[in-house]
């Protein structure tokens, strides 16, 4: 008995932590599937994959301005479509229950930094000046990827009797790659499964 003892009290930390764990979805920029996971108390690191949302009209056509098929090739128009996201990042977090005067549940503030990688394919339709008249609607498919930092911060509320945590938080996504210093506000809604 005293073996048992001993061994629930080693592994009571790994059974508190996982208590915290959860998988969900994140409803928002960028639409996602998200894992959290904590490394103790205050710490934790998160994975997600899902949809990007695209970037305003003016961005693509800059990006096909930038590398025309040809010297005498005019943007017309584009599409977009297969729109994916990839983030990794870390947050602290700090247990604000008592100062909002919440009985039920707790609520943790959160804030952190990670790295996000955004891949869109764009479909290009241009005219290209050399041919006259003028010539036929031409096409050019591309895979638009962003890499860059983000930072961002929120709130999530754990619920007492149900295991499952609701959060909402806001964002600033910063590109390194593939246009340098573009900036994208992001935010989103949540719900995970917490086990």
């Known amino acids: 008995m005293k073996k048992l003892l001993i061994l629930a009290m080693l592994m009571a930390p790994f059974f508190v932590n996982a208590q915290e764990d959860g998988v969900g979805l994140r409803l928002g920029e960028p ?9 103790d108390d205050n710490i934790s690191i998160e994975g997600m994959f899902g949809r990007a949302g695209i970037n305003s009209n003016q961005y693509y056509q800059r990006a096909f301005d930038r590398n025309r098929p040809s010297s005498n090739a005019f943007y017309s128009g584009h ?16 247990d604000i229950t008592d100062d909002l005067n919440i009985d039920v549940g707790y609520f943790l503030a959160y804030a952190g930094a990670g790295v996000q990688l955004r891949s869109t394919r ?8 050399s041919t006259f008249p003028q010539g036929p609607i031409l096409r050019d498919s591309r895979r638009n990827i962003d890499f860059g930092p983000e ?15 609701v959060f909402a938080e806001v964002g600033l996504f910063v590109e390194l790659l593939d246009r340098f210093g573009h900036l994208k506000l992001q935010g989103a809604l949540g719900i995970r499964y917490l086990f």
């Open 122 to 129: 764009v479909d290009y339709s241009y005219t290209d000046s």
């Open 31 to 39: 639409l996602s599937i998200t894992y959290k996971k904590f490394l």
């Open 79 to 94: 599409s977009t479509g297969a729109s994916y996201a990839f983030n990794v990042r870390g947050a602290y977090h700090e």
């Open 151 to 165: 930072i961002f911060g929120g709130g999530e509320y754990y619920f007492d009797d149900l295991p499952i945590s």
